[in-house]
């Protein structure tokens, strides 16, 4: 069952990077491995996101050589169930260093409170709702202010994500059949203060006919954390995949996300190394 969840974790990861790679940059698949390429300075848009249980060394060498040596930094995702002990070497040859450990965890929808299903106690202050694409101008801002990235990648990432967008359902890749993606935010009046990427896909278990989704992109401007939101808003989030038929959710946090995740009920799954390389 780890391995299914594993699986399903990185299918929703993959997929969303792919529906990025719709609008900009080269999509690669070759020898079980995808990754994605722009040459933008941000290392989540230069980044190898799978690299298959049975990929051939030799090809994983190349690719990683390759990364590096583009101008751009690169990353590199090493899931735990596909050998890093194999990766590791390989990528510190090539000049990759570890850069970040992603707690990988789930949650079963069904054992959400009705509270936490409700998430109706937001701020008089302010409202919920999807992120429309008259409003991508401002998502685009506050990706960059919450983010730190540059603004080019945020220009990506908020068309790619706006809610339930037609940007990616054009694309051919198999890897979007089935792909829904909805983009909530947390608005005081015009301005956003926290948003946070709800995604789902169909099961690839052929034993399961279970629908599984997953939390992207979740955060909060600097002037409004610490005040709960982002747990309302998460909450909301898997309020409204529990309403599409998702039995389960899957994220990757950083250690600053743990405590807020534990406290919804994800149940830890393993670590999700990020290596990187380049400036």
Not at 71 to 81: K, Q, S
Not at 149 to 167: G, H, T, Y
Not at 242 to 264: D, F, K, N, T, W
Request: hydrophobic content about 45%; proline content about 4%.
């Amino acid at each position: 069952m780890e391995f299914v969840k594993h699986l399903d974790a990185r299918r929703l990861v993959v997929a969303s990077v792919c529906a990025q790679a719709s609008l900009v940059g080269a999509w690669q698949e070759y020898c079980q491995m995808y990754w994605w390429q722009t040459g933008m300075l941000a290392i989540a848009a230069n980044i190898v996101v799978d690299c298959g249980q049975d990929a051939p060394a030799q090809q994983m060498l190349a690719l990683a050589e390759r990364m590096a040596q583009a101008r751009a930094p690169a990353g590199w995702l090493v899931w735990p169930d596909q050998n890093p002990e194999r990766q590791q070497p390989l990528l510190l040859r090539c000049g990759f260093r570890p850069c970040e450990q992603l707690w990988l965890a789930s949650l079963a929808v069904r054992s959400l409170s009705s509270r936490d299903k409700l998430a109706a106690n937001f701020n008089n202050e302010l409202h919920c709702g999807p992120v429309a694409a008259a409003q991508i101008d401002e998502l685009i801002l506050f990706y960059q202010c919450c983010h730190l990235i540059p603004i080019s990648f945020a220009r990506v990432v908020a068309n790619a994500f706006c809610a339930e967008s037609n940007l990616v359902c054009g694309s051919t890749s198999h890897l979007l059949d089935g792909l829904r993606l909805k983009t909530f935010g947390l608005w005081n009046a015009d301005r956003l203060v926290a948003t946070i990427t709800a995604i789902m896909l169909n099961s690839s278990n052929s034993q399961l006919s279970e629908v599984f989704g997953g939390l992207l992109w979740l955060g909060t401007h600097p002037a409004w954390r610490c005040r709960g939101l982002a747990r309302q808003l998460t909450s909301h989030a898997c309020g409204w995949l529990a309403h599409q038929g998702v039995e389960h959710v899957h994220v990757q946090a950083s250690a600053a996300a743990i405590p807020l995740y534990r406290s919804l009920g994800f149940v830890e799954r393993g670590w999700l190394e990020l290596w990187a390389s380049g400036p």
